[in-house]
Structures are given as structure tokens and as C-alpha cells.
């Protein structure tokens, strides 16, 4: 048996919490591979919407064994707040989700230092979520962090305070005001709280339910463009977040992976800083915003809106081996007479249809036409009820990239989700 991987191929808010959920019977294990608490994942069912933010999105299915992978970083005051909302609706976690103990721990100090370093930054800002993520990975990568099996050593709380006076020390240098000890309070009860939870050698773990034939899906978070190497750096998260990044964030061999799912909106959206070649400042660009309802359900910061970006598409194909592709938020554009699709960018006069090293204000897209389809989609409920239009705009995305469109969302249910 192998590993499948879901993850979005744009910059993230692909809808790939409400993918998961969708496709979790089919599997006996979901397992977060990468990301923390900046990660927003929705999903809809029972006319009731959940954001997840470190717990993977198979929690909703009942007989389906949750894993917090190694490569994740832990808020354990996000991580506290996010179960007690899932045990107000009944859903218990305590059998059901397993960490790592290899996954890192997000301190009050990694959160000051994120803000204070993107204040310093100033019209540079990155957009950062301001959740601590980048600063946790610094000292995961500098061998400073703290981990998830650290908290049961006894000298956990020494340890705690030698990287919380490093950071302070560091701290010294910007000009930013700050008050650690509320925080800090909250935070060592999130710890003692996050100690019922069952942690576990998780590479073990996980090799070991491949050698059992167990069915595993690995959950990424973020999307391909915001991977730290193959992203839009420096505009990008700290993590990798493309099909590789499963394999050191679960501890599983390359020759293990199977199927490649990749996520993408019908168009496109970005959160927050950096390039984004097919950005629109227009009534369609705020059509799209206000239809999709783009607003970051970590950040609640409004998204950046454009149409669907073909050179970024097959790049992300590209990095991550993606053998299916699943087309989210089709209805977004239900009410569009004309939409587009960029198939090559302009670059100092010169045509590329590839994505470069210098993506930049410099960039124009070159444009495809394709007329809307005018139509409700929300109520479809199988693949010969889309309507003609939609099925070409489908066909020339598969024509052009060379990997089917096998799910096709057209609403935020669990049940609007059309196999194709």
C-alpha cells in the first residue's frame, strides 16, 4: 500500500480541507504534513462550517485515525482552543488524533518575534500570518527547538526558558513593545492540556500501517507556490510545501507515494504579499472576491483575485508529479459572460510560457477567451448536468496541463462536489 497526498498547486485556499473530508472514507488514515496554525482549512456539512488549523480533516469521519506529522509546527494555545470547539459539538479527540513527537512547538516568543520582524520589515512586509511559524522553523533548522516529546522530559520547563531567553535577547534589537507573561501562562496550560493526547514515533507509526495495508492520506497545507524553495520567495511560508515535503514531514520514502492529488480554484486568489502575475483591479477582479467570498479564514484578510493562471498551473503539476487534479469553486464563476485564462506571460517583450525565476511587476499574462455558462451550478449533481461551456473550460485545462480533472466543486457542501 502507499501513500496518497493532497495539496493545493496555487497559493493556498484551494479548498483542500473540504477535499479531504470528502474523500476520508475511502481512507484509514489522515496525517497533516507540514504548516501549523497559519494553515485555514474549511469545511461544510449539516449547514455547519469548521476551520481547522492544526488538526488534519478526516476528524468528522468517524473509524479514521488523525496523525499530526513531524513536519508540523504545534501551537499548543491554538491547538487547546481549536479541540474545545470541536468537543462542543460531541467530537472527541482524545482516540482519534495522534502527534508526533517530532513535530515542533510554537512558544510566545516565536510569535512576538514574527511580529516584531515584520514591523521592521515595513512597506517590505512579507504577510506574514503573524502565528509564530517562520521564527519556530528558524530555530528547528538553527537545532534551538522545542518539541512535542520534550514536554513529558523533566527538564522540559529549563529547556523552555533557555530558548525563551534567547529569543529575548534577540528581541533586544528591534524597537518593539511587548508583555510575555499573559501568554506564557496560557501557554504552559495549553501544555499540560496537550499531554492527554497520545504522542508517538510517528515514522514508525505510519511505515508500520503501510505495511498493514492501511490506507493513508497525507494532508498538505499552504499551496505549491508558497513552498519555501519553489514559491515566490521571499514571499512565501517557511515550509515545503509540494509532494516531497510529505516525505520528510511523515518520514516516508519517495518509492511509497502514490496517488498526487492537486487542488485548484477554476480561478485565482493570494493572501497577502509577493507577485501575482494575473491579479485583476477591476469589477471582475472584485466579482470574483465578493462571489468566492475570498476572505483568509485564518487572517480574515480579503484575497487577492485573478483568473486562472496556466504557466503557474503546469509548474505546479510539474514540481509535485500531480497525477488528478480537482477544480474547486466552479460556481464562482457562474455569472461571468467572459472568462480567461493566462497561457503564457510577456516579459521585457518577450513571450514565455513557462514559470520564470523573475516573476515580478514586469510580467504581463497573455490572455484565452471562453465564454461563461450562465448557469446556477450549486444544485448539479452529476457530471452530465454541467453545462457545455464549463465541460470546454475543463477540457482545455486537461488539453494544456496533461493530467485529468477528476472532482469538479460547485458549492462549499460536502455533497456539491461532482466525480468526474
Not at 534589537?173 to 508583555?179: C, E
Not at 492520506?217 to 520567495?233: M, P
Amino acid at each position: 500500500m502507499k501513500v496518497d497526498i493532497l495539496l493545493g498547486l496555487q497559493w493556498g485556499d484551494e479548498g483542500k480541507g473540504k477535499i479531504v473530508d470528502v474523500l476520508t472514507p475511502k481512507y484509514n488514515i489522515i496525517s497533516r504534513f507540514q504548516g501549523g496554525p497559519n494553515a485555514g482549512h474549511t469545511l461544510e456539512f449539516n449547514n455547519i462550517k469548521h476551520v481547522l488549523h492544526t488538526i488534519p480533516s478526516g476528524i468528522f469521519r468517524e473509524n479514521t485515525l488523525n496523525i499530526i506529522g513531524n513536519g508540523v509546527v504545534i501551537d499548543p494555545i491554538i491547538f487547546k482552543k481549536e479541540v474545545e470547539e470541536l468537543e462542543k459539538i460531541n467530537v472527541d479527540l482524545t482516540q482519534t488524533l495522534y502527534i508526533s513527537k517530532k513535530a515542533h512547538i510554537i512558544v510566545p516568543s516565536h510569535k512576538i518575534i514574527d511580529a516584531a520582524s515584520e514591523q521592521a520589515k515595513g512597506k517590505l512586509k512579507i504577510g506574514s500570518t503573524l502565528k509564530g511559524i517562520g521564527p519556530t522553523y528558524m530555530d528547528k533548522t538553527g537545532r534551538n527547538g522545542l518539541r512535542i516529546g520534550d514536554i513529558i522530559t523533566d527538564n522540559f520547563e529549563e529547556r523552555y526558558n533557555k530558548l525563551k531567553n534567547k529569543h529575548i535577547a534577540l528581541l533586544n534589537q528591534y524597537n518593539f513593545k511587548y508583555n510575555i507573561e499573559e501568554t506564557e501562562k496560557e501557554w504552559f496550560e495549553a501544555i499540560k492540556f496537550i499531554n492527554k493526547f497520545k504522542f508517538i514515533d510517528s515514522e514508525h507509526f505510519i511505515n508500520d500501517s503501510i505495511n498493514s495495508n492501511k490506507k493513508i492520506l497525507a494532508e498538505g497545507a499552504q499551496g505549491t507556490l508558497l513552498d519555501i524553495d519553489f514559491g515566490t520567495y521571499p514571499f512565501v511560508t517557511s515550509s515545503n510545501t509540494v509532494s516531497a515535503g510529505a516525505c520528510t514531514g511523515l518520514g516516508i520514502a519517495p518509492n511509497k507515494i502514490g496517488e498526487v492529488f492537486g487542488i485548484f480554484k477554476a480561478y485565482t486568489t493570494r493572501v497577502g504579499s509577493g507577485p501575482f502575475p494575473t491579479e485583476l483591479f477591476d469589477k471582475d477582479g472584485e466579482d470574483l472576491q465578493n462571489y468566492g467570498n475570498e476572505f483568509g479564514s485564518t487572517t480574515g484578510r480579503s484575497r487577492r483575485c485573478g483568473w486562472l493562471d496556466l504557466p503557474a498551473l503546469k509548474y505546479s503539476i510539474m514540481i509535485n508529479g500531480a497525477t488528478q487534479l480537482f477544480m474547486m469553486k466552479a460556481d464562482v464563476l457562474d455569472n461571468f459572460d467572459t472568462i480567461k485564462i493566462a497561457t503564457a506571460y510577456k516579459i521585457n517583450n518577450k513571450v514565455v510560457d513557462f514559470f520564470p525565476f523573475e516573476v515580478n511587476e514586469n510580467i504581463t499574462p497573455i490572455y484565452k477567451e471562453f465564454k461563461g455558462w450562465k448557469q446556477n451550478l450549486t444544485k448539479v449533481e452529476k457530471p452530465n448536468e454541467l453545462p457545455d461551456n464549463l465541460i470546454n473550460y475543463i477540457k482545455y485545462i486537461e488539453s494544456e496541463v496533461g493530467v485529468p480533472v477528476k472532482i469538479v466543486s460547485v458549492g462549499p457542501d460536502r455533497k456539491q462536489t461532482i466525480f468526474m
